[in-house]
Every structure is written in structure tokens, then in C-alpha cells.
């Protein structure tokens, strides 16, 4: 099995190459969104939020206010920690139980936004980073996600810079170019990362 860490700033446009990774027959584990699951209503990691955070953190049906509890965690940065020890061993348990769930030979990619942020690169058989000019996000997130200019800056500013995602990459796929060019990058980049499975699979 070939455990790869993919990464990206934000409007990168990581999802697009993990849907094309997907599409050749990776693994995709997606830490925001078994992020979110862990704390569905129902689940234990939601009545741990609660718990920490008060029954006002929930929406009228009872799922968690994402927007609330950010409001609160964001400017707080011990109120972060909180959150992040109840949700980050959850995510955890539940990637490393779909990891064990795939073939011996499966390329399984963790789509995981801060990477570098945490230092998970070790984490990792191999890391891509998905890379665009910083211009090329700002115009994505203001034009495709409708952020204005100063939110869309603070959020990147918050993440690590281009050069330290860069790094940490053992593979750069290059996002600033048209998607025809991007698919052929991904099949290029898929053709060697299935090399790489077999070898870690036969050793």
C-alpha cells in the first residue's frame, strides 16, 4: 500500500486532482470530510462538542453550527485546542479504519488541506503538493467561491506559505494551466505512484 499525503493552498484546486486520482482508481480519504461525519448528529464526537461548548453550538435540528462554533475557536486559540483534541483523534481512528480497509497494493491518498500547517508530512509514502500562483487563487476564490478580496487574502494569509508546501513535496502538479494539461499531469503523476505501490507492495 502506498500511503500519499495531497496537499494544497486553498483554491489550489486539490479537489479537482484528487477527483482525477479517484477517477484512475486511487483511495481517497478526505480528512474535512470525515471531519465533519465524526461530528454528525448521532455520534459521540458531537456530544463531546456539546459538552465542551454548550448546547448553543447546535442548529435548531440539532446539528452542529459550523459557522457558531468557528466564531468562537477562531479568535481563541485554546478554545481551538479544545475542539481540535476532540475532533483530530476521531478523524484519525476513522482514516487509519478505511486505510486498513484497502487492497495491499492500493494507492491511498489522504486529501489533507493543512499538511504542512501540522507537519504530517512524515505521516506520508509521498507527498504532492498541488501549486498555483497565489494570484491564481485569489481570482479563484473571489470568482468561483464569491469570497470578497479581503477575506479571501486573510485566508491565505492563515496558511503556510507557497514555499513551505513546496518543501515538503516529493511531487508538484501545476495548477495553473488548462485542465486538458492538468489531466495529463495527474496520469503521469498516477503512473508513478502505481510504480511505487507495487514496489512497497513486493518488498
Do not use: C
Not at 462554533?69 to 485546542?81: C, K, M, N, Q
Not at 488541506?113 to 501549486?131: M, Q, R, S, T, W
Not at 492538468?182 to 507495487?198: F, K, N, P, T
Amino acid at each position: 500500500m502506498l500511503k500519499v499525503g495531497l496537499t494544497g493552498g486553498i483554491g489550489a484546486g486539490k479537489s479537482e486532482v484528487s477527483r482525477l486520482l479517484v477517477g484512475r482508481g486511487a483511495v481517497l480519504i478526505d480528512a474535512d470530510r470525515i471531519a465533519r461525519e465524526v461530528v454528525a448528529p448521532g455520534t459521540p464526537g458531537l456530544a463531546a462538542v456539546v459538552e465542551a461548548f454548550g448546547p448553543d453550538v447546535l442548529t435548531a435540528d440539532g446539528s452542529l453550527d459550523r459557522p457558531k462554533l468557528g466564531a468562537i475557536v477562531f479568535t481563541d486559540p485554546e478554545r481551538l485546542a479544545v475542539l481540535n483534541s476532540i475532533v483530530h483523534p476521531l478523524v484519525g481512528a476513522r482514516s487509519r479504519e478505511l486505510e486498513s480497509a484497502a487492497a495491499a497494493d492500493a494507492v491511498v491518498v489522504h486529501d489533507v488541506p493543512l499538511l504542512a500547517e501540522n507537519g504530517l508530512a512524515p505521516l506520508y509514502d509521498v507527498v504532492i503538493v498541488v501549486d498555483t500562483a497565489p494570484e491564481t487563487q485569489l481570482d479563484r476564490l473571489v470568482r468561483l467561491r464569491g469570497m470578497t478580496e479581503e477575506d479571501a487574502r486573510a485566508r491565505m494569509a492563515a496558511q503556510a506559505t507557497r514555499e513551505k508546501r513546496l518543501e515538503i513535496a516529493d511531487i508538484v502538479v501545476d495548477n495553473d494551466v488548462p485542465l486538458d494539461a492538468l489531466e495529463r499531469r495527474v496520469e503521469e503523476v498516477w503512473g508513478d505512484l502505481v510504480r511505487r505501490a507495487q514496489r512497497s507492495g513486493s518488498n
